[in-house]
């Protein structure tokens, strides 16, 4: 098979830089893609950072300290970008406008002005493709869900529950980083980190929330700071969001959660929608299990737990038996941005990656969690503004 090549360059280097570089070099792990990322250029502040990529990478050519003059390389076509959300605006807008298609992290901008900043540069240059990176939904688990979502198998909707749930924050010995800074991380603390996960597919499901009331927590207060200090932790540790949807056909209530601190909790992403004849539940806790409830009039409530077998959304050489995990998804994730680069109208399968314009609605409900938490009130959300 004939593929095309998509020349990536990466501006940071840390551990999300690593992974994507993991799924590239695993690319001969899916069976039918005819498009292929090749990592030719690396970008970090700190020099030291590129060494990993020089040696791990034989495709790498040239590594830079400054993000622009790799900008200004012509043989790079995409770039994915993982720095600090603080960062976001100016480099994402800078990728944009010199003609780069741009897989990004989440939140999209450390605040609201900022991410509108970046969609007015997405605007301006709509012949650049701009995704979000989010990868729990390329699960199994969660295609099955999706596909019973669209197939409208749910019948009224009665509630649905989302989160993203870590404890890597647990212990109060651990040295303050970027994210407990509203410098570098914003003040959406816990929910500009995780958030985008959470709504990735209730806005993708056209699941707005009309309101939000925010219950937002500050567990641990201070932590050492690495050099024999001890420093203020500024930003949100756990986030519990109590919104109001209503499609127009329905109106049900939604609960998403951002936990940097869940006990018994090392990575857990799940999701649970409740129906009157139709509901089911997919959680990271059980990879490879997805649990539903058929309903009719007067019938057994029974759960089934079903084990989800090894079927994604691109096809690979793995065999159904097995289990599907985190490096997994994110090879799926990286599938899908080469195949829509590849194919912007034809790709090979319908889901595409997380997009600025639900990354924009993301910060919309952040916005509207501070207002409430500031205010003790249930804050509005006006979608037509």
């Known amino acids: 098979m004939t593929r095309t090549i998509i020349r990536f360059g990466v501006i940071g280097c840390g551990l999300m830089g690593k992974e994507f570089a993991s799924a590239a070099a695993r690319w001969c792990h899916l069976t039918e893609m005819d498009s292929e990322p090749r990592i030719i250029a690396v970008c970090d502040a700190n020099p030291a950072a590129t ?18 003059e790799m900008l200004a390389n012509p043989n790079i076509d995409a770039i994915y970008c993982a720095v600090p959300h603080n960062l976001h605006a100016q480099i ?28 007015e540069a997405i605007s301006r240059n709509p012949h650049v493709i ?30 649905v529950e989302a989160g993203f749930w870590h404890s890597s924050d647990l212990d109060p010995t651990k040295p303050i980083n970027w994210k407990r800074r509203i ?6 603390g816990c929910m500009g980190d995780l958030g985008m996960h959470v709504l990735h597919l209730p806005l993708r499901f056209g699941w707005k929330p009309k309101s939000v009331r ?8 201070e932590r050492p700071d690495g050099k024999g200090e001890i420093v203020p932790c500024e930003t949100w540790d756990n986030a519990i969001l109590a919104c109001e949807v209503d499609t127009g056909g329905q109106q049900f209530p939604m609960v998403l959660s951002t ?49 989800s077998p090894y079927k994604s959304a691109y096809s690979t050489i793995t065999g159904a038996i097995f289990e599907f995990g985190f490096s997994d998804s994110i ?42 938490n500031r205010t003790g009130q249930t804050i509005a959300l006006h979608w037509e503004e």
Not at 98 to 112: C, N, V
Not at 183 to 188: L, V
Not at 358 to 365: D, F, G, I, N, T
Request: a negative charge; charged letters at 20%; hydrophobic letters at 40%.
């Open 183 to 188: 410098a570098t991380n914003g003040e959406y």
């Open 214 to 221: 925010a219950l937002l927590s500050k567990i641990v207060p």
């Open 331 to 372: 090879l799926q994730m990286w599938a899908a941005f080469c195949d829509e680069l590849a194919h912007p109208t034809e790709m090979a399968q319908p889901f595409y990656c997380a997009t600025p314009e639900e990354a924009a609605a993301s910060h919309q409900v952040f916005t509207a969690a501070l207002e409430s």
């Open 51 to 68: 060494q990993w990529f020089k040696d791990s990478l034989s495709s790498v050519e040239a590594t830079y300290t400054d993000y622009r």
């Open 259 to 307: 936990k940097r601190i869940a006990p018994g909790h090392a990575n857990t992403w799940f999701i649970r929608i409740m129906g009157t004849e139709f509901s089911a539940e997919f959680t990271t806790k059980n990879p490879k299990q997805v649990s539903s409830l058929p309903y009719s009039p007067g019938g057994v409530q029974s759960w089934h737990s079903t084990d």
């Open 130 to 159: 701009v995704r979000c990176s989010s990868e729990f939904p390329f699960f199994p688990g969660v295609q099955q869900m999706v596909q019973w979502v669209e197939e409208n198998k749910f019948g009224k909707i009665i509630e």
């Open 92 to 119: 994402y807008i800078d990728i944009i406008e010199a003609g780069k298609h741009l897989l990004g992290e989440k939140p999209f901008g450390i605040d609201q002005a900022s991410n509108t900043l970046i969609s």
